[in-house]
């Protein structure tokens, strides 16, 4: 135990996208691994309150925290790669912080102040930064900042980190700048942006205590001391994040630079980081690299963004790696697939993620009646479970037109319809049943081989639910609920007899896979996969 919170902010310079807040997860892991206990922010400088109202087209995924925060997917990777489950106060997007302070001007808080950015919002982003680091217990806490320096929007909380260098004691804050060392068109590195940032970071106050330089390649030792010349940082507290073949490496790779002495030389602190099982589960991972794929077929609607499902894709490597196969995960578009185009029959297994509204939702359905009538492994999450409920009904218990009331309002058989505390609910922010909840699991079922318990506690994000009204039908025709809520006829697993693997949750159990410890359903999943890759 520190006797104070240590914080180390982490800035992007250049351009976005960068891998910040890979770094910043890998950070963690480091500190963590070695005994420390460290914990991680996102600070998102947009006018969201939080992720919830998004695009994931533009935003990639939205992560839910199991006390029901829709935030950043830089949360997942926190979770993914410090094996931990997060709380509300790790994401904090300054919409959030604007409204505090409006409203605490309304009640009249600050009544004959003039209220201003400096101090009333930096104040709320500093009180903000240090409830993360009470709730989360943390000893260091690392603050990702979202955004590229010199954005409009993150200079305010660019200056509330200034001051909060100041207001803590000496050696409790340190900055590490992130930016891009591009290689043009003749191959070489060019250092001119890191420097342009850099210099961007000083007019707003904060000298970097320790650069990275993002690069394709390794960064060579004399590019590392012409980045330090001209950024006035010392040419051992100057690192890479060149490209990996897997992402996991990055912790690996910034203790071989020996970033973790800088660090605790720079904080006053000593560990001894210890990463020989994350070691031994990325150098299986590469391994993997040649081994032959199983091929699945993710059916979205955001074909081209695979940061929409950033979690699904992890959740179906890390059930990769325990299953000893390579994972050759595509993005299929549901609307092609209502169009007629592309073939279903080449994977090995068909997944239907969360979704919303009525676009491509004939498409989905299409291939889960595939996967259901040709035997393919199926795993629906969320909107790929109520959509698994909707074929079953039309297709196996002669529900014509059975849908869900979320694409239309005046059903006949509307076999997915509005949970009855959404049903009055006007805001659309934040509003769906979030967060963890219990689960209770049916005895003899593939859904209790899968969790080995009668109880579960998984993360949900939605709005509607099958309609109590057709479970008997549906059952009838030999749809099995082998998940409910405790005590209620709410179902939340949908699994099918005769069939190798068809499984739908109600849940998102894609937020739990870790690289350790696959999520069950999907360790299934890819298990029923592999099993049909090998009679091919
Ligand atoms: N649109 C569906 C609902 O609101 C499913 C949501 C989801 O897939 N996350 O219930």
């Avoid at 342009?196 to 394709?216: E, Y």
Wanted: charged letters at 25%; hydrophobic letters at 40%.
């Amino acid at each position: 135990m520190l006797n104070m919170t240590k914080y180390i902010f982490v800035t992007g310079g250049v351009l976005s996208s960068l891998g910040k807040g890979i770094f910043a997860a890998s950070l963690a892991k480091i500190l963590r691994s070695g005994g420390i206990k460290a914990s991680i922010m996102k600070i998102d400088p947009y006018l969201n309150c939080d992720a919830g109202t998004l695009n994931p087209f533009e935003h990639g995924e939205v992560f839910v925290t199991r006390d029901g925060f829709e935030c950043d997917l830089d949360v997942g990777n926190y979770e993914r790669y410090t094996n931990t489950f997060a709380v509300k106060e790790q994401n904090l997007m300054m919409g959030s912080v604007y409204r505090a302070v409006t409203e605490k001007e309304r009640k009249g808080d600050y009544l004959g102040k003039t209220v201003q950015l400096i101090p009333h919002a930096t104040n709320e982003i500093k009180t903000q930064i240090r409830k993360a680091a009470k709730t989360t217990a943390a000893d260091v806490l690392v603050v990702e900042i979202g955004g590229t320096v010199g954005d409009l929007e993150s200079d305010i909380v660019l200056e509330a980190v200034r001051q909060m260098n100041f207001e803590e004691p000496p050696q409790s804050t340190t900055f590490i700048h992130l930016a891009l060392v591009p290689t043009i068109i003749t191959g070489e590195l060019k250092t001119k942006p890191i420097q342009h940032s850099v210099k961007a970071l000083l007019s707003r106050g904060i000298t970097p205590n320790m650069l990275i330089a993002r690069a394709d390649v390794m960064v060579p030792k004399a590019l590392r001391e012409k980045i330090a010349l001209f950024c006035n940082v010392r040419e051992e507290n100057v690192f890479c994040s060149p490209t990996l073949e897997s992402i996991y490496e990055l912790p690996l790779e910034l203790v071989k630079q020996n970033l973790h002495e800088r660090l605790a030389e720079r904080m006053g602190i000593s560990f001894t980081p210890n990463l020989a099982e994350w070691e031994a589960l990325t150098e299986k991972t590469k391994k993997l690299s040649t081994a032959p794929a199983v091929r699945i077929g993710v059916i979205g609607k955001y074909a081209v963004a695979k940061d929409a499902y950033m979690s699904v894709f992890e959740a179906l490597n890390h059930a990769g790696i325990h299953n000893g196969v390579r994972i050759d995960a595509e993005l299929v578009d549901s609307e092609a697939i209502e169009k007629g185009k592309g073939t279903l029959d080449k994977y090995d297994g068909l997944l239907v993620p969360g979704g919303f509204g009525g676009r491509g939702v004939e498409g989905k359905i299409t291939a889960i009646r595939f996967a259901r009538e040709n035997k393919v492994p199926y795993l629906g999450l969320c909107y790929g479970m109520q959509l698994a409920t909707i074929e079953f009904a039309r297709n196996a218990a002669k529900l014509e037109d059975a849908n869900t009331s979320e694409n239309n309002p005046d059903l006949k058989h509307p076999v997915i319809d509005l949970l009855p505390e959404q049903k009055n609910v006007e805001d659309k922010g934040g509003t769906m049943r979030l967060g963890a909840r219990d689960v209770s699991v049916v005895k003899g079922t593939l859904a209790y081989k899968l969790y080995g318990s009668d109880k579960i506690s998984k993360r949900f994000r939605h709005r509607y639910e099958v309609n109590p009204e057709y479970i008997k039908r549906l059952e009838d025709a030999g749809a099995v609920f082998s998940g409910m809520e405790p005590n209620q006829n709410i179902m939340k697993i949908l699994e099918l007899k005769d069939h190798p693997f068809f499984f739908g949750t109600q849940f998102h159990p894609e937020f739990d896979s870790r690289l350790e410890k696959p999520e069950p359903a999907f360790n299934g999943f890819v298990a029923a996969a592999k099993e049909k890759q090998g009679k091919r």
